[in-house]
């Protein structure tokens, strides 16, 4: 496999209750590059595994939650390129019982079918992910290895990320991103012109945000939060937020994941409702994929007895 991306279209979305507000609203649809290794965090890996490519790596390892979109993708970036991937997941009790953790949550199975090999760590050690002493640990058991933070972000994933916007895209004067550690919105920030502004969707409750992306991004441009929308923290949802995704799918025919991009659009058309934007105004939003988070999710709205995604 190489890193092409063909055919990422900008899709127009009508929505029957926007009609009237006048704007033009489009998505980016980057959950198309891949099934498994899709949207950002494709852009995101691009670079990194050139890297290690480069400097000879024959592993990668990573971090993540159990439901992680950036550990299904590492997963399954190494079984195309030809690395060994090793993911340290938050939650030690999801080792008990590997079968059954593999037979309950998707995410895990799809990337142990990819030949990612799990080592479960509680959730204090996996807070100490970022030290030194941590990952010495982690080369004395598994060897020398390829680091790719949690989530994917450093500079490299920073510069794939510069690579969403394409020629063409300047005629929007608004582009939209749902943020988890904010890379991405950093990447997209970066390749704007003088007339755009960029505004993201934290998936989280995170102050620690903004300084975040400026410290990965180009002084000088423009672009803002918009922090009301997190549902109450990351991977938290209700019955509101699943019936908008539906609602979506239903109208559009775009998939939504609960996470990230389904928080975001779920945003955008409130302000858009609310007469955040004047009319004639042009907004991108950039669909970031994500979309293999659904079926984990549906176990948990099934026990939670929430509607469902369709
Ligand atoms: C990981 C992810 C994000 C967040 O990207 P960051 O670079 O961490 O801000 C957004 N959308 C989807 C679908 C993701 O999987």
């Known amino acids: 496999m190489v890193f092409v991306t063909n055919n990422i279209e900008n899709q127009q979305v ?9 704007v033009n609203l489009f998505i980016k649809r980057e959950d198309q590059i891949h099934p498994f290794i899709s949207g950002n965090k494709y852009r995101k890996l691009k670079y990194n595994i050139f890297k290690a490519q480069e400097e000879k790596h024959d592993t990668l390892l990573t971090f993540g939650g159990a439901f992680s979109n950036h550990i299904s993708a590492v997963a399954f970036a190494g079984k195309e390129f030809g690395f060994k991937t090793i993911g340290i997941i938050r939650g030690e009790e999801l080792g008990n019982d590997l079968k059954n953790t593999l037979q309950q949550n998707p995410t895990l ?21 970022n030290t030194e002493e941590f990952i010495e640990k ?9 680091l790719i933070p949690e989530g994917g972000t450093n500079n490299l994933a920073i510069r794939g990320c510069e690579e969403i916007l394409k020629l063409g895209d300047e005629s929007f ?26 505004l993201g969707f934290p998936a989280l409750k995170g ?15 423009k672009w803002s939060l918009i922090t009301d929308y997190h549902f109450g923290g990351f991977a938290k949802i209700n019955g509101d937020l699943v019936n908008f995704i539906n609602q979506f799918k239903l109208e559009t025919s775009i ?13 955008l058309v409130d302000l858009i409702k609310k007469g955040f934007f004047k009319k004639g105004t042009n907004i991108l939003a950039i669909h970031t994929g994500g979309l293999q988070g659904i079926d984990g999710m549906n176990n948990y709205l099934k026990q939670k007895q929430l509607p469902l995604i369709q």
């Open 138 to 146: 982690l080369k004395d058991k598994f060897g020398n290895f390829y």
């Open 173 to 198: 004067d608004i582009v939209c991103s749902a943020i988890g550690t904010g890379g991405t919105i950093s990447g997209i920030i970066n390749s704007i012109n003088k007339n755009q502004k960029v």
């Open 109 to 129: 199975n799809a990337a142990n079918k990819h030949g990612m090999q799990f080592e479960f760590v509680t959730r204090s050690d996996y807070r100490l992910k």
């Open 207 to 221: 102050d620690f945000l903004a300084k975040e992306i400026k410290k990965y991004t180009i002084q000088g441009k």
């Open 14 to 22: 009508f929505l029957s209750e926007l009609e009237r507000f006048g």
């Open 255 to 267: 998939p939504l994941d609960p996470i990230y991009t389904g928080k975001m659009m779920y945003g």
